[in-house]
């Protein structure tokens, strides 16, 4: 597989990643496209399948890790997998994008080692553990059971952080959106818009 650049962010879930994702796919210069990945879990809320995630069962996320079809795959949860499938990354390369990520540390990690050159592996870092909880709580999309499993996985991610090319502390969301912008912009290799001229 060769192509543009891979831009990988991962985080705690609730760490406010996602947002940031967005964010960077709303600035036409970057050229990014969204790398939507595979998973056996239940669809939340307003999901698309195809948009935000290809959902499939358990036993056919199996047969595409028989397959070897991914590029990385994980179970992140107890039987909620996710994976890069590499049709996806290779469809997007095609097209001559530079590909984003929203994936697990442990998944983030395994694109970096495979692809060290073409990698960008930012982390972003919750302000705390509490603040986590809080935000998890607020987006109330799931049980009490499921967020302590996400809380619990938090602090084992948090210790990985030292191995990402770039730390994003995200105190104060702008600033975040901010910091994150730039550095894929010069990662990428364009200049990023001053912020008057937005
Ligand atoms: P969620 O269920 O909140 O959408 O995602 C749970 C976790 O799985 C998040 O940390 C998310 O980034 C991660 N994830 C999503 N897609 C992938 C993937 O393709 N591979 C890996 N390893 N993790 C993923």
Do not use: C
Not at 23 to 51: C, D, I, M, W
Not at 146 to 159: C, G, P, Q, T, Y
């Amino acid at each position: 597989m060769e192509g543009g650049k891979l831009i990988i962010f991962s985080a705690p879930s609730g760490s406010g990643k996602t947002t940031i994702v967005r964010h960077l796919l709303e600035q036409p210069e970057l050229n990014l496209a969204f790398s939507v990945s595979a998973t056996s879990r239940p669809r939340r809320g307003k999901e698309k399948n195809g948009e935000h995630y290809y959902f499939m069962t358990v036993s056919e996320f199996k047969k595409h890790i028989k397959n070897d079809d991914f590029l990385e795959w994980e179970e992140v949860y107890r039987d909620n997998f996710y994976g890069t499938l590499k049709t996806e990354v290779e469809r997007l390369w095609a097209e001559g994008k530079n590909v984003i990520f929203d994936i697990d540390v442990v998944g983030g990690l395994r694109i970096k080692k495979k692809y060290p050159e073409e990698t960008l592996a930012v982390f972003v870092k919750p302000p705390s553990v509490d603040e986590l909880k809080i935000r998890l709580k607020k987006r109330s999309t799931e049980s009490d059971n499921k967020i302590n499993m996400r809380i619990a996985k938090a602090s084992v991610e948090l210790a990985t952080a030292p191995q990402f090319d770039k730390i994003i502390k995200n105190y104060d969301l702008d600033t975040a959106l901010e910091e994150a912008h730039q550095l894929v912009a010069d990662f990428v290799g364009v200049t990023k818009r001053s912020k008057k001229g937005e």
